[in-house]
């Protein structure tokens, strides 16, 4: 009895610290994209984006609702995609992974939800052959006899689905639209995405379910870099 209630208590004890451990994730996360909301707030258009942003409206493009301006806008676009970051060699890489994408549909709601559908499908495709080959990498250096074909298959049927949970925190960037000649709506946007942030929780939830089939490529996980 004393035996069980030990086991309980080193179990309640690991989920509590597994807890506490995401906890300070996701407050980390958010002080840094509260930094980012801070920098865009006090930030001044620059000087390319003042360009770009006078050919767009000379084409018609617009902001929707009480949005920030075109060269506002752009100027955030810009920041995101010059901040670096350090790899697990120390080498400077970029931090944002960024894609643009535009739509036509009847209403502008609609056709900003098919852009940003369209927007996040790139990114997670190419994210997905990014984990695809660094799995099959670490699986083949392995050379376990525990893992088998079959398993491996498993694990690429699951990798599309899984990204696409991992994409929840994007950070909008370009949002504009204008009217076409037929009435439709036409939108352009760009979406950025934390790749810190990406990997943390691909991991997490391919952990998490590779865990539950009892699969044997949980362990390998923890050692994969996710280059992209």
Do not use: C, Y
């Given at each position: 009895?004393?035996?069980?209630?030990?086991?309980?208590?080193?179990?309640?004890?690991?989920?509590?610290?597994?807890?506490?451990?995401?906890?300070?994730?996701?407050?980390?996360?958010?002080?840094?994209?509260?930094?980012?909301?801070?920098?865009?707030?006090?930030?001044?258009?620059?000087?390319?984006?003042?360009?770009?942003?006078?050919?767009?409206?000379?084409?018609?493009?617009?902001?929707p609702g009480s949005g920030k301006s075109i060269e506002l806008q752009i100027t955030a676009d810009q920041l995101l995609a010059e901040e670096l970051m350090a790899d697990e060699n120390g080498t400077p890489v970029k931090r944002y992974i960024q894609h643009s994408a535009s739509s036509v549909a009847g209403t502008q709601n609609a056709a900003y939800a098919a852009a940003r559908a369209a927007c996040q499908s790139e990114i997670a495709a190419m994210i997905e052959t990014k984990v695809a080959g660094a799995m099959k990498q670490k699986?083949?250096?392995?050379?376990?006899?525990?893992?088998?074909?079959?398993?491996?298959?498993?694990?690429?049927?699951?990798?599309?689905s899984i990204i696409d949970a991992s994409l929840t925190r994007a950070l909008p960037g370009l949002h504009i639209y204008r009217v076409l000649k037929n009435n439709n709506y036409e939108v352009q946007m760009t979406l950025s995405f934390d790749k810190k942030e990406i990997e943390a929780q691909i991991k997490r939830n391919m952990q998490r379910e590779l865990e539950l089939e009892g699969d044997e490529l949980d362990e390998i996980l923890d050692e994969v870099e996710l280059d992209f």
């Open positions: 009895m004393k035996k069980m209630i030990l086991l309980a208590a080193m179990a309640l004890m690991a989920s509590t610290a597994t807890f506490a451990q995401s906890a300070i994730e996701l407050a980390k996360q958010q002080r840094e994209l509260n930094k980012i909301n801070m920098q865009a707030l006090n930030m001044k258009p620059s000087k390319d984006a003042k360009k770009q942003a006078k050919v767009l409206k000379k084409a018609g493009w617009l902001v699986v083949d250096n392995a050379q376990t006899s525990a893992i088998n074909a079959t398993t491996i298959d498993k694990f690429h049927e699951r990798v599309k």
